[in-house]
């Protein structure tokens, strides 16, 4: 965080001094790399104090994952100012010092690779996190449940890496082809850049703050395993929603003409170790009647 927040000053005081859109740019969304570094350290903190305060009754997972979707927002945010930027440059060009500026926007790319870097082993790993070491579940692997807050953070700087290439591409198109409209055109792209990444991340966090994952795998294993088994069963009402990186949580009603309670379905789902907390309602129809459908 304070490496990032150090080049961002060195970006935005030089492309200003310069006059190089693309490296000042380049600077304002570093500053949200910056705050997102910050958001993340916060968020685990946070969470790692409140993780025995009972008034979260499934701990302080979402927290981190808030954090992400702040992230995403700051993110929305640089890319309309650096739109504006760009725009306002593309009417009212300005005499750029290339030499200067591809010196700083080099210097920041390799900022940005060294973030990337360190970040790149804890990208789907959350620090301090249980790992689930099921073998048996492909939806269950990493790639499906990548720490969101860790994947902003690593977004954040592989996106201002990207800008930094833009803005050097930019610069030597500039110095060498006097291509001057190069560098407010790179500004652009890059707030594009920025902005699809964005949508992307507050896409993914906002389906687990608002519970949106009743399409998640485990939920089709759940019907499979209680309406499939060797026990007559159906499903009358099914609610699943995660409760942490690769964890869920379940409550089902279901009808069965058997004696089986509670407990043996219990049984029956705990095979699925992605199913951290379950509450099932078991209701009992005589062995003539016809099961409802679900």
Request: overall charge negative.
């Amino acid at each position: 965080m304070w490496l990032t927040f150090a080049m961002m000053v060195v970006e935005i005081a030089g492309g200003w001094w310069f006059n190089s859109m693309a490296v000042l740019a380049d600077g304002w969304h570093m500053s949200s790399h910056a705050l997102a570094l910050g958001l993340a350290a916060f968020a685990y903190s946070f969470a790692r104090r409140h993780a025995g305060d009972r008034r979260y009754a499934f701990g302080t997972w979402k927290i981190e994952v808030l954090g992400g979707y702040s992230s995403a927002l700051i993110l929305l945010g640089i890319a309309a100012l650096m739109t504006f930027q760009s725009v306002e440059r593309l009417f009212q060009p300005q005499a750029i010092e290339y030499t200067e500026a591809i010196a700083i926007a080099v210097v920041g790319l390799a900022v940005n690779l060294l973030c990337a870097w360190w970040l790149r082993d804890s990208h789907g790993h959350a620090p301090g996190h249980d790992h689930d070491h099921s073998a048996d579940h492909d939806h269950d692997s990493r790639e499906h449940h990548p720490d969101l807050n860790v994947r902003s953070a690593y977004v954040h700087v592989l996106t201002d890496a990207a800008t930094s290439v833009f803005a050097i591409v930019a610069l030597l198109g500039g110095m060498f082809f006097g291509a001057a409209w190069l560098d407010p055109a790179m500004g652009l792209l890059g707030a594009v850049l920025v902005a699809v990444w964005a949508f992307g991340l507050l896409r993914d966090t906002g389906r687990v703050l608002l519970d949106a994952e009743m399409d998640a795998p485990v939920v089709k294993e759940v019907r499979e395993a209680i309406e499939q088994g060797t026990v007559p069963a159906q499903i009358t009402d099914l609610h699943v929603w995660r409760v942490g990186r690769r964890k869920y949580a379940a409550v089902l009603s279901l009808v069965t003409s058997s004696d089986k309670d509670c407990e043996y379905f219990r049984q029956v789902l705990s095979v699925h170790e992605e199913l951290a907390h379950v509450t099932i309602e078991v209701e009992r129809v005589s062995a003539g009647d016809r099961l409802r459908s679900a």
